[in-house]
């Protein structure tokens, strides 16, 4: 068995870091191993709103890393009171240390350290390789495995993407995107769609009034929402609000582009509405489908939602249908605890976006 001292990470030691992450990732083949750079991690550990993360490492005698734990910290609420919240990501071990029981002592000393720290509120989204570790030794408890929408923008590029024979998918698709059409019209707004370049104010007052909501959850700040979707590196994100006659915002959306399956993708990164305006803010979704080339410059096939939220009932309203979980091929499971004996344990009080899953 190799021998490993566990600590926190110095910082004379990012650069051993950097170098043990690229090996790790080419290792297990991780799909954004030559996006991933100094700069990613810089922002993403470093330049935080609070500037605050906690980075455990198992080292070898010989001082090289073989291990890391990564957990950045951020401000969230616990009902209606400001809170840290310390979200587990980016964990991995050398191939080299698999079948030693690495991972469940660096995820026990990490975890012993965090609550000396007195961090309250722990949450993390495990794959199903480690979910045991986290329920077994760090006494997490499995809240939620978000469910996940699938919402057709235009069914020729889907059909597209699996076979354009001399145009078939375009006439085989036009029928299907007239279907969609009829089932689920933009209703006449009482207002209209803008793009944002940035979080203004109002924005963010917006995401504030509906945090509000929820006892457990990341605060949408100015700051937070800038930093996570602004200054991110190599990002293409859409910032749409719908706004009433009034020229007061009631419902905003961000989206992401990707590619799934080899369809243009958009991801619903963030959302928010005001108080009993949720209406408007499936009718953003819906005006997405109809208007997608005139508010965002090119065609998507589909949007992607899923979340831990009040809307999930309410996402099928804007055209959306709910995939099978046998055919999600990496559930977001939503694991949390607390060190104080919050009662952190029922889904529906927690408010999860994607924007708190740190791969995308």
């Not at 090996?23 to 330049?47: G, L, P, R």
């Not at 979910?131 to 978000?146: P, V």
Request: proline content about 4%.
């Amino acid at each position: 068995m190799t021998e490993l001292t566990f600590t926190r990470l110095g910082p004379n030691d990012i650069d051993e870091l950097y170098l043990a992450m690229r090996e790790i990732m080419i290792e297990n083949q991780t799909h954004n191993v030559d996006s991933y750079d100094k700069a990613f991690w810089k922002w993403q550990y470093q330049d935080l709103p609070g500037k605050r993360s906690f980075v455990y490492v198992g080292k070898n005698i010989d001082g090289k890393i073989l291990a890391y734990y990564h957990v950045p910290i951020y401000i969230g609420q616990v009902d209606g009171k400001d809170e840290q919240y310390a979200m587990i990501q980016d964990v991995a071990v050398s191939a080299s240390l698999r079948g030693q029981g690495v991972f469940k002592r660096l995820a026990i000393y990490a975890n012993e350290d965090l609550d000396k720290e007195g961090i309250n509120i722990i949450y993390t989204f495990p794959n199903h390789k480690s979910i045991h570790t986290f329920e077994k030794y760090n006494a997490f408890s499995h809240l939620d495995s978000l469910p996940s929408y699938i919402l057709p923008l235009d069914n020729r590029m889907m059909i597209g993407s699996k076979f354009s024979l001399l145009g078939l998918h375009k006439i085989i698709g036009a029928p299907f995107n007239f279907i969609f059409k009829i089932l689920f019209p933009s209703k006449k707004q009482n207002g209209f769609i803008e793009r944002a370049n940035n979080f203004t104010d109002e924005i963010t007052k917006v995401y504030h009034e509906f945090t509000a909501n929820y006892a457990f959850g990341i605060n949408r700040s100015k700051e937070y929402l800038n930093w996570r979707y602004i200054n991110k590196p190599k990002q293409n994100t859409h910032i749409l609000t719908l706004k009433t006659k009034d020229n007061v915002i009631s419902a905003t959306a961000v989206l992401k582009e990707d590619i799934i399956m080899g369809i243009p993708t958009l991801l619903l990164m963030d959302f928010a509405h005001t108080n009993k305006s949720e209406h408007d803010l499936i009718q953003l979704l819906r005006t997405i489908r109809l208007r997608q080339k005139e508010l965002l410059g090119k065609q998507f096939g589909l949007l992607f939602i899923t979340s831990c939220s009040s809307l999930n009932s309410r996402w099928k309203k804007a055209g959306s249908f709910k995939l099978p979980e046998k055919l999600v091929p990496r559930p977001l499971n939503l694991l949390a605890r607390s060190s104080s004996n919050l009662n952190v344990n029922s889904k529906s009080d927690w408010l999860i976006t994607l924007s708190d899953w740190d791969v995308l």
